[in-house]
């Protein structure tokens, strides 16, 4: 059962690096996990405040529960700047990021995505990084390799609207929308 204070339904965000509906795994010795990157409007204040509290109430459930009733100031927590560093390399995030809050959420099962009519989404090149949606985290506190923190785990995803994509590669238009099709009537293919 989830805890109420620490589930919460994001409102509008931007979804990257999606992986959906193949579990990923960044490094081979990791488990895979379907995961995706939420992009939350910092103009969102309300998603933000109830985010706040739902990390709060996750800290206060791991100092009693897996941290031995210590509250560190070390504790890592998901939310990052998205107009700051990456806490992996210190490197900018991406443009994409710029005026967002970012967090990463996964699930060990693949999550319900559902469309506006809350149908199911089946097919999978509906489903991409850029799209827009509304996700359904749970924050959790743990306790690894003598590391404390908040951890994000997934649940179901709502596509709200479609967006450009983020994965870097070329539309068909414009790769080929360069009229050069037409130019080429005359020519003979090699068998």
Aim: glycine letters at 10%.
């Amino acid at each position: 059962m989830t805890n109420q204070l620490t589930n919460v339904t994001t409102g509008p965000v931007r979804l990257s690096y999606v992986h959906l509906f193949t579990p990923y795994a960044a490094k081979p010795e990791r488990e895979p996990k379907y995961r995706v990157t939420i992009l939350l409007p910092k103009s969102d204040r309300e998603t933000k405040q109830r985010i706040d509290a739902a990390v709060r109430a996750a800290i206060e459930a791991g100092a009693v529960a897996k941290w031995y009733g210590i509250r560190s100031s070390l504790i890592n927590i998901p939310i990052h700047d998205g107009d700051g560093s990456r806490p992996s390399d210190g490197l900018p995030f991406g443009s994409e990021c710029k005026g967002h809050w970012v967090f990463t959420a996964s699930s060990k099962y693949q999550p319900v995505i559902v469309d506006l009519d809350i149908q199911p989404l089946l097919n999978r090149f509906e489903v991409y990084s850029g799209m827009y949606a509304r996700v359904n985290v749970n924050f959790f506190p743990y306790f690894n390799g003598g590391k404390k923190g908040i951890g994000c785990s997934l649940g179901p995803v709502q596509k709200l609207a479609d967006g450009e994509p983020l994965d870097g590669r070329l539309s068909a238009a414009e790769a080929f929308g360069d009229g050069v099709g037409d130019q080429v009537s005359g020519y003979q293919l090699q068998a």
